[in-house]
């Protein structure tokens, strides 16, 4: 696993008019592997992943993608090099059918007429790549569907465009037991692909039940990026309140070298 990364930030700055959001962020997520991104509310997650998605211009600090710099401030320019954000707000439409959701704003035309078949093939192609069958028809409006099975479809939308690098902000916040296991499971597969996988979570069960690393904000900081096989549940939940954790984390404000 000592592959390089296949995103890369580097000294990441990021203010919302006067309040700085983020300080010097590094941050790496490796293909094959599912990255954790942790913190607490308003630690700044979801803004890091809006920066490397081109939602949020960031002040200063390197974007590399595989291995070049890259210039990002676009949602299209992301989706060019491969990067998708399934967003904690899930951008699915309610009275859309899951083909019609999983191909919004990227429609298959066959001359001037939507080509309903293939978009309807590969959709029902992706999701049975990701082993998904929970959901009996792709003609069903997404306001019919569970909070799991939306869920599905927003990952799966986000996995229809040959991606590199797939983000979750926090997909099983709002799921069961059951639907959380099978979103968890949909994570795994991700990686086991050979995508680069980054899930935002809460939950440090599921953290360390799906994570191989795992990238831990403080305030606005880096305060650790470590592989998960190396830590504990509680140096993750000191990170996450503290910063730090004995060795671990920030000394005196700087992400301490491993
Ligand atoms: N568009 C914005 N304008 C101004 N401030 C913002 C904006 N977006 C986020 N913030 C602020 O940035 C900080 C980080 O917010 P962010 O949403 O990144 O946190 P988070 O780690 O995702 O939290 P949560 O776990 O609650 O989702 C917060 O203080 C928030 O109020
Ligand atoms: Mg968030």
Redesign the pocket.
Known sequence: MSTAPVLELRGIDKS?GP?Q?LHDVAFSVYPGEVTALV?D???????LVKCIGGIHPFDSGDYFFEGKQAHVSSPRDAASMGVEIVY?DLALCDNLDIVQNMFLGRERKRGLVLDEDTMEEMAAKTLLGLSVRTVKSLRQHVSSLSGGQRQTVAIAKAVLWNSKVVILDEPTAALGVAQTAQVLELVRRLADKGLAVVLIS?NMNDVFAVSDRIAA?YLGRMAAQVKTSDVTHSQIVELITAGRSGELGLQNGKEATA
């Open positions: 919302f309040v959001v913190g509310n308003g630690a700044g997650k979801s803004t904690q809460h904000l």
